[in-house]
């Protein structure tokens, strides 16, 4: 607030500045506040209550991962690898889920991951399946014995 008073400066100001509102970080209001890794959206200066107008919201997983929103956090989906990474610029992420290759003893077709399909070579019995957890993938195939 300002309020005028009678002698220099002729004036009395108890102005603030206003906290960054949830899910976005800066000094404050006045000088700029941003969006958090894994949000989207931006945060405005008004003149009145409550001083500012916010969008920041939560970006969704990206393709091959799953989770509630970047902010919460991303897993590669099964039979991928890597990571997600929430930042503040577009697309909001950085990621490195990318296929599982097959597994030893084991082909898949021209793409050769586990998501595409994995069989067990021949000479060898069993099965490839993705998981969420590494190495990404579970395998039985192992050796058929001779007869």
């Not at 890597?82 to 577009?90: D, E, N, R, Y």
């Amino acid at each position: 607030a300002v309020s005028a008073v009678t002698s220099s400066p002729f004036y009395f100001s108890s102005c603030s500045g206003v906290p960054c509102p949830e899910n976005s970080a800066g000094v404050n209001v006045g000088e700029g506040c941003a969006c958090n890794a894994g949000y989207s959206g931006a945060v405005a200066a008004l003149t009145s209550n409550p001083f500012y107008t916010s969008s920041c919201s939560a970006v969704a997983c990206p393709a091959n991962s799953t989770g509630a929103s970047l902010a919460a956090g991303c897993t590669c989906d099964a039979g991928y690898t890597g990571s997600v990474s929430a930042v503040t610029s577009s697309p909001f992420y950085t990621t490195s889920c990318a296929p599982v290759p097959c597994p030893a003893n084991s082909a898949g077709p021209p793409a050769n991951n586990v998501l595409a399909g994995c069989a067990c070579n021949a000479g060898f019995s069993g099965m490839v399946r993705g998981v969420t957890s590494s190495p990404f993938f579970t395998s039985t195939c192992s050796a058929v014995a001779c007869p």
